[in-house]
């Protein structure tokens, strides 16, 4: 079974950033399409951030202008620099991409989500 593996989550103070990466799961494997997605105890999913297989990229508004999807030049690894965090970032992030084994789509794919806790 395929997973993306994340990382990058942790407790961080309000103001501060955290970067969270997810990473192909096989060295012959890239990224097309990427997104992040987060979600808080209590509440449904929400899209924070989306890079198209074009290089677009789309943010929620919640997160515009603090937050920055982006893909290595391998497309091995997505990101997601987050900057000027507030506690009402706290949630669960995950990462979701396409995944390409050399020109064949193998699938839309999940990280395991990594936790991302914002206070004081």
């Known amino acids: 079974q395929v997973h993306l593996t994340e990382s990058g989550g942790g407790l961080v103070q309000p103001g501060g950033s955290l970067r969270l990466s997810c990473a192909a799961p096989?060295?012959?494997?890239?990224?097309?399409?990427l997104g992040w997605y987060r979600q808080a105890p209590g509440k449904p999913p929400k899209l924070v951030a989306e890079?198209?297989?074009?290089?677009?990229?789309h943010y929620a508004d919640f997160v515009k202008g603090r937050f920055t999807i982006s893909r290595d030049n391998l497309k091995k690894t997505g990101y997601l620099q987050m900057n000027s965090l507030k506690p009402e970032d706290t949630a669960a992030y995950s990462c979701?991409?396409?995944?390409?084994?050399?020109?064949?789509?193998?699938?839309?794919?999940w990280g395991q989500g990594t936790q991302v806790t914002v206070s004081s």
């Open positions: 890079l198209t297989s074009s290089g677009a990229t």
């Open positions: 979701n991409a396409d995944i390409m084994d050399r020109d064949i789509h193998l699938g839309s794919y």
């Open positions: 096989a060295t012959n494997f890239t990224l097309n399409a």
